[in-house]
Structures are given as structure tokens and as C-alpha cells.
């Protein structure tokens, strides 16, 4: 499965931005927790949106309110709606999947758990 994901600039804060993640032909979101990431620089790569595969949505506290985790099934598409946003959300911004079989509860997984990223789209925003 390759994951590529798209749409990431540079705004203001308060601005939004609609970041894509779009997954290869053939595969679906089904049997996965699917997650953005970020990486800070400086800092760890972190999780900040989860979709699990019984479309239960979760996110870090530092984006809760801001963030929206979406999929679109038909084009096996993932988005992540970013509102609000401000300096410290700044990074590199990454899509990926957790292991086979785990639908639910993906806040549970580590950063680590999740793979199949791409390049990875930059996000940053001044102030």
C-alpha cells in the first residue's frame, strides 16, 4: 500500500488548511485504524487524528476542537480539515495505517504502530 499525501502550504495562524491522503488502488480503510501524524521540528513524530475502521474518531488534545478526520471511501481518500491553527502546529504532516485487524480504539496504538506514509506534505504557521 503506498500513501501520499497533499495539500499542506504556509498560512497565518487562525487559517485553515485541507490536507489529502490519498492510498494506491485496491486498498481500503477497512480492517485498519487510520492516522495523521506530525513531526515538530525538534520533536518526536506524534499522532494527532485517528479514523478507525468502525468510524470512530479521536484526537490529541493539543488539536481537539480544530481538527477533523475524514474518509472518502470511493476514492480512498483521507482528510484531515484543519482549522484554527496555530504556530506550534508547524511540521511535517504524515498519513498512515495500523496494524491489520485493530478497527477500533486507535488512540490506543503508538506513533509507531502506524506505517505505509509517504513523503509526507509540510505545514507551517506564522504568526
Known amino acids: 500500500v503506498q500513501l501520499v499525501e497533499s495539500g499542506g502550504g504556509s498560512v497565518q495562524a487562525g487559517g485553515s488548511l485541507t490536507l489529502s491522503c490519498k492510498a494506491s488502488s485496491g486498498y481500503s480503510f477497512k480492517n485498519y485504524c487510520m492516522a495523521w501524524l506530525r513531526q515538530a521540528p525538534g520533536k518526536d513524530l506524534e499522532a494527532v487524528a485517528y479514523l478507525g475502521a468502525d468510524g470512530s474518531r479521536n484526537y490529541a488534545d493539543s488539536v481537539k476542537g480544530r481538527f477533523t478526520i475524514s474518509p472518502d471511501n470511493n476514492s480512498n481518500t483521507l482528510y484531515l480539515q484543519m482549522n484554527s491553527l496555530k504556530p506550534e502546529d508547524t511540521g511535517g504532516y504524515y498519513c498512515?495505517?495500523?496494524?491489520?485487524?485493530?478497527?477500533?480504539?486507535?488512540?490506543?496504538?503508538?506513533?509507531?504502530?502506524?506505517?505505509?506514509w509517504g513523503q509526507g506534505t509540510q505545514v507551517t504557521v506564522s504568526s
Open positions: 498512515g495505517f495500523g496494524p491489520y485487524g485493530w478497527e477500533s480504539n486507535c488512540q490506543n496504538l503508538r506513533s509507531s504502530a502506524f506505517a505505509g
